[in-house]
């Protein structure tokens, strides 16, 4: 199995930063791409940033500048990827999602999940 935690959500002032974690484990082979999705109460799911294997990295137009995507690195807890947010705003304020696409222990492509962490800007 394959496991994808989140975590470093909070509360904080517009204008403050955070730093989300993300630890993808358990029977991986190989790892391609890892992202970080978020939804907003009443809002659409939407893809704020992601990075693959070589280092290549995407942003929504709405968090460039402000949000940065680590590499992929492995650790103890795991294939690990951050996502440094800057200058936040409420309107970032939502659920993040972190994403793993690996091939797991049925030597597939498959896309995994993690649960969520809550991100709120406000004063």
């Known amino acids: 199995q394959v496991q994808v935690v989140e975590s470093g959500g909070g509360l904080v002032q517009p204008g403050g930063s955070l730093r989300l974690s993300c630890a993808a484990s358990?029977?991986?082979?190989?790892?391609?791409?890892m992202s970080w999705d978020r939804q907003a109460p009443g809002k659409e799911r939407e893809l704020v940033a992601t990075?693959?294997?070589?280092?290549?990295?995407?942003?929504?137009d709405s968090v460039k500048g402000r949000f940065t995507i680590s590499s992929i690195s492995r650790d103890n807890a795991g294939n690990m990827v951050y996502l440094q947010m800057n200058e936040l705003k409420p309107e970032d304020t939502a659920v993040y999602y972190c994403?793993?696409?690996?091939?797991?222990?049925?030597?597939?492509?498959?896309?995994?999940w993690g649960q969520g962490t809550q991100v709120t800007v406000s004063s």
């Open positions: 990075v693959d294997r070589d280092a290549g990295r995407d942003y929504l």
């Open positions: 994403n793993a696409y690996v091939v797991d222990w049925s030597n597939r492509w498959k896309d995994y």
């Open positions: 358990g029977t991986i082979f190989d790892i391609n791409v």
